[in-house]
């Protein structure tokens, strides 16, 4: 028999998504996320029935929180990341989840040009997400919870802790770090294609193709944080980043390249025994490819390989 609090608790329930959803995109990490919406839900379960009731809002109260938790969780990541060996990517993920969301309820949305705002899909690209990184929490905050899920500011200051006025003025400031390194977007299917090209020009070990297909100030950056062999600076140049890449395929024979999407774009999966061990993420500028991020990271890799059964054997992609 039903009882009067069960759709009030399914609608708590069903917050968790977007929950998770926003998280990611404040942590970069989704092992991070995770652990932020959990901690958001225990302090929502640790209040009294007459508390819960009071609140009008569970969707907004919780995303209250979650912003809260996110913001204290990214000042001492930055502390951990100073220390972390290497370069430090976020987490990338599989195609198999789909992690865009409907835009947030928290008490409305705030009317504002189109041309302040990101979409969700572009929200969660790799070089989106590494933009990110170079912003204080306050920053990244306020930018994501305005112009990704479109709270309004005068939400965002209790979860921040400023006035409306100074959350506006942070997320401007992202907007422009954003505007800075933001690259024209390439269609899907022409960065499919540049991928499949570049994985194809890898296998034949033709550094001439490779080259070709970098643009000639490429970087690529790697992250095995510590745990594997990797390079620990980015590699920087077409020739160069060819180069290392001949290197890896004459050191690790039987690496298999597979073409899967990473953060919703073309990407290459490199596995090792039927097991993966690299994720890579690719950004174009023009019709060459400009920047990759290769994560190595096995803990940055759980949602690629919690459904492989084959947990030996250890190949390299940067």
């Avoid at 504002?112 to 990101?118: G, I, K, L, S, T």
């Avoid at 080259?211 to 390079?231: E, I, W």
């Avoid at 890579?280 to 059964?309: C, H, M, Q, S, Y």
């Amino acid at each position: 028999m039903s009882t009067p609090s069960e759709p009030e608790l399914s609608a708590v329930v069903d917050e968790r998504r977007r929950l998770i959803n926003l998280a990611y995109r404040l942590l970069g990490s989704l092992a991070e996320a995770e652990d932020a919406v959990q901690e958001t839900y225990t302090r929502w379960y640790a209040m009294s029935r007459r508390q819960q009731e009071a609140i009008a809002s569970p969707g907004a109260w919780l995303t209250t929180v979650a912003g809260r938790v996110c913001l204290d969780m990214l000042g001492s990541a930055r502390a951990r990341r100073e220390r972390y060996v290497g370069a430090w990517i976020p987490e990338p993920l599989p195609d198999r989840t789909e992690w865009s969301v409907g835009a947030a309820g928290g008490g409305g949305a705030e009317p504002a040009d189109p041309a302040d705002r990101v979409t969700l899909d572009e929200s969660v690209h790799m070089a989106f997400l590494v933009v990110l990184e170079s912003m204080t929490p306050a920053e990244r905050v306020a930018f994501v919870l305005h112009d990704v899920f479109r709270y309004p500011f005068a939400e965002i200051a209790g979860i921040v802790g400023r006035t409306p006025a100074a959350c506006r003025q942070l997320a401007s400031s992202a907007r422009r770090r954003i505007g800075a390194a933001r690259t024209p977007a390439a269609a899907t299917a022409g960065q499919a294609g540049l991928v499949r090209d570049f994985k194809e020009a890898w296998e034949a070990k033709d550094i001439k193709a490779l080259v070709g297909l970098l643009d000639p100030g490429a970087t690529m950056t790697a992250d095995g944080g510590g745990m594997v062999g990797t390079v620990l600076r980015p590699v920087e140049g077409a020739e160069q980043i060819a180069r290392y890449l001949i290197h890896i395929a004459d050191k690790v024979p039987g690496m298999a390249l597979l073409e899967r999407t990473v953060n919703g774009r073309p990407g290459l999966v490199a596995q090792r025994a039927g097991r993966t061990v690299t994720v890579a993420a690719f950004d174009l500028a023009g019709d060459r490819i400009a920047r990759i991020w290769a994560v190595r990271n096995p803990e940055k890799l759980r949602a690629w390989t919690e459904d492989e059964e084959d947990e030996e054997g250890e190949g390299e992609m940067g």
